[in-house]
Nanobody
């Protein structure tokens, strides 16, 4: 059983930056692909970005390309999401997820583990 805890959310002005963290425990972190998803009010949860067991393989949603960067520290059992040039439409609850199959995260199918989420609010 893998336990995921997100942190780093908050209120930021448009154009600002935030770095989200997701600390994992209870499993072999390096054997899991990790991802970030978000859910805005009244909308379905959507894929943002995923990283395979190493930083070499990543996949970004179009909305995240060029602004967001995912990274992982396998020694610290933590995955990060650096978000720059934030826009009001980035406002959502951001969730961390883990799965042994990278493409399960990319396709949002049968994902093994989810965190509880952290709120990101971008004001205009």
């Amino acid at each position: 059983q893998v336990h995921l805890v997100e942190s780093g959310g908050g209120l930021v002005q448009a154009g600002g930056s935030l770095r989200l963290s997701c600390a994992a425990s209870g499993g072999t972190f390096s054997s899991y692909a990790m991802g970030w998803f978000r859910q805005a009010p009244g909308k379905e949860r959507e894929f943002v970005v995923a990283v395979a067991w190493s930083d070499d393989i990543t996949r970004y949603a179009d909305s995240a390309k060029g602004r967001f960067t995912i990274s992982r520290d396998n020694a610290e059992n933590t995955v990060y999401l650096q978000m720059n040039s934030l826009k009001p439409e980035d406002t959502a609850v951001y969730y961390c997820a883990a799965d042994k199959i990278f493409y399960n995260l990319v396709t949002t199918r049968g994902i093994d583990y989810w965190g509880q989420g952290t709120q990101v609010t971008v004001s205009s």
